[in-house]
T-cell receptor, first 115, second 119 residues
Framework: DTEVTQTPKHLVMGMTNKKSLKCEQH?????MYWYKQKAKKPPELMFV???????INESVPSRFSPECPNSSLLNLHLHALQPEDSALYLC??????????????FGNGTRLTVT | AQKVTQAQTEISVVEKEDVTLDCVYE???????LFWYKQPPSGELVFLIR??????QNEISGRYSWNFQKSTSSFNFTITASQVVDSAVYFC????????????????FGQGTILTVHP
């Protein structure tokens, strides 16, 4: 079983909807990440949180809004998405963003379809 | 800028065959970390191995082995006696670091290799 839990597993939303993706980890990790993965493509980094502060935003459109309420929880708020935003959204965590190249622990992802 | 290339888009083998997945990387840093991840159909990325740039020792873990060669900027992955459960997408990834070995926190993935093992 994965130690990073993502909900929901599947989400279908219209372009005018507002929804949120949730990610939770209880490994004591202080870095959390959002990745976007289109079909047959590698994951692409969206956001990095370090000690609950946003440290990296890879020029993601503002219709994606991340939030890190505490060290265990990471949300991704979605609003006015486009069909091309349909993808697998992966959450990951690591002990910290620096450090000696600690591997990322990934969740199972949320498969998002925008209609 | 860092770059990871996995030239093999898809590989198909029959069970019990050995298979090698190639990975070539580019980086201007002298300190970096290399990873292999497995992504089964369920979607989760499963960490397999990490190597730092100063450790060229090859590693074997059960049926898995990794060959790291800085001279050719390659970090290849071999599965011996493949099994149907090995069917997945495999990603090679690179994380650059400063001279002290502290990672910058950004992981660059290759395009992935789809491995299908037939019974």
């Amino acid at each position: 079983d994965t130690e990073v839990t993502q909900t929901p597993k599947h989400l279908v939303m219209g372009m005018t909807n507002k929804k949120s993706l949730k990610c939770e980890q209880h490994m004591g990790h202080r870095a959390m990440y959002w990745y976007k993965q289109k079909a047959k493509k590698p994951p692409e980094l969206m956001f990095v949180y370090s000690y609950e502060k946003l440290s990296i935003n890879e020029s993601v459109p503002s219709r994606f809004s991340p939030e890190c309420p505490n060290s265990s929880l990471l949300n991704l708020h979605l609003h006015a998405l486009q069909p091309e935003d349909s993808a697998l959204y992966l959450c990951a965590s690591s002990p910290r963003t620096g450090g000696q190249g600690s591997p990322l622990h990934f969740g199972n992802g949320t498969r998002l379809t925008v209609t | 800028a860092q770059k990871v290339t996995q030239a093999q888009t898809e590989i198909s083998v029959v069970e019990k065959e050995d298979v090698t997945l190639d990975c070539v990387y580019e980086t201007r840093d002298t300190t970096y970390y290399l990873f292999w991840y497995k992504q089964p159909p369920s979607g989760e990325l499963v960490f397999l191995i990490r190597r730092n740039s100063f450790d060229e020792q090859n590693e074997i873990s059960g049926r898995y082995s990794w060959n790291f060669q800085k001279s050719t900027s390659s970090f290849n992955f071999t599965i011996t006696a493949s099994q149907v459960v090995d069917s997945a997408v495999y990603f090679c990834a690179l994380s650059e670091a400063d001279a002290g070995g502290t990672s910058y926190g950004k992981l660059t993935f290759g395009q992935g290799t789809i491995l299908t093992v037939h019974p």
